[in-house]
Structure formats: C-alpha cells, structure tokens
C-alpha cells in the first residue's frame, strides 16, 4: 500500500488534519514564544470557528479494577474522538509520546495528537491507542 492509500486509512483523519491544519493557523498567526495555554485558547477558537466540537483541560478519571486512582486532565478533546496534547517545548521528547499513549490507554480513546508549538517550526505526532484487553476504561 503506498503512502497515500495508507493516509486514506486512517482512523478519524478528517478531524486530525482540521486539528493540524488549525495549528499552523495559530502558529502562523500568533507565532513562537507564548506558554502552552496561549496556544491552547487560540486552538480552541481556530476549531470552533471551522466548526468542530472542541472542548480544552476535559477532566478524565483513571480507572483500575473498577477503582479511581487518579485524574488528569487532556488538553483538547476534539469531537469527543480525537485527544490533543499540547506542548510549548524546544523539542519534544520520548516522555511526552509516552504520556500521550498513556492518555490514549486510560480512556480508551483510540487517536491522540501530540503538537508542539515551541519548536522552530511546528511539530506533531499523530499516536493511536495501544491495545490491552485489560483496560477498564474511562469516566469523563
């Protein structure tokens, strides 16, 4: 399967290229410098404005055993599909991806978007869920 067939495949990708595509708008807007919430506003207006359903700190309960063990809380929720994790760092690093899978993991959300606004030039991962037949699933 080539590159593009492989693009056409991909889980919710309409809603992660709008997502992306609203990055590049603020970053190019806005450009570098501004803590992560700045970014975060901004991208929660850009998707509201194309229309998407967008909710930003979506509080998610973590769940073992049928028991809460702690809370976090997602940048961005977009469409109640796609997780968002935003960073303004100089460059991303392995630990992020983990958090975002781990993210992914606890709520049973199957695409997560990883985007870093403090880097030269915009930089994202789009990450999936990987699966275990033990995840209990989420609350929020």
Not at 1 to 25: P, Q, S, W
Not at 61 to 76: H, I
């Amino acid at each position: 399967m080539d590159g593009h067939n492989a693009r056409e495949g991909l889980k919710y990708r309409h809603i992660t290229e709008a997502v992306i595509g609203c990055a590049f708008e603020v970053i190019n807007e806005l450009g570098a410098g501004f803590l992560e919430s700045v970014y975060e506003k901004a991208l929660l207006v850009a998707l509201h404005q194309k229309g998407l359903s967008a909710a930003a700190q979506c509080p998610i309960r973590v769940l073992f055993r049928g028991e809460s063990v702690g809370d976090f809380y997602a940048d961005l929720l977009v469409e109640g599909k796609v997780l968002v994790e935003l960073k303004a760092v100089k460059a991303l690093i392995p630990e992020h991806q983990a958090q975002v899978i781990n993210y992914l993991n606890a709520t049973g959300i199957e695409v997560g978007l990883l985007i870093n606004f403090g880097s030269p030039s915009l930089d994202f991962k789009r990450l999936t869920r990987k699966r275990r037949p033990d995840t209990d699933g989420q609350d929020f």
